[in-house]
Nanobody, 120 residues
């Protein structure tokens, strides 16, 4: 089974940037859809950004224009570039991959998460 491991989280001031990485233990080409989710304290996990194998992306309204998702199949890695961070971006960020074209279907994997804390 392919394992997903996130890195790049940490503490950053509002207005700053972070780049998250999701490294897979095997090929990610089988994951048609990959995404980043986040879970803020006492809130449900939400989809932040997704990317299909063909490169089409989608973003939550709250991060449009600030976050960019990308994938490098050769490096078996998915990235989330986060700019102009806000305190409300604080949460645990999870990497997700599925063989289907949309979340909740197919064979899926989750990473263990990386904590992002944005201070004011």
């Amino acid at each position: 089974q392919v394992q997903l491991v996130e890195s790049g989280g940490g503490l950053v001031q509002a207005g700053g940037s972070l780049r998250l990485s999701c490294a897979a233990s095997g090929s990610i080409s089988g994951f048609n859809f990959m995404a980043w989710y986040r879970q803020a304290p006492e809130k449900q996990r939400e989809l932040v950004a997704g990317i299909l194998s063909g490169g089409r992306t989608n973003y939550a309204d709250s991060v449009k224009g600030r976050f960019t998702i990308s994938r490098d199949n050769a490096k078996k890695t998915v990235y989330l570039q986060m700019d102009s961070l806000k305190t409300e971006d604080t949460g645990v960020y999870y990497c997700y991959g599925t063989t289907a074209n949309s979340p909740g279907w197919g064979t899926s994997r989750w990473g263990q998460g990386t904590l992002v804390t944005v201070s004011s």
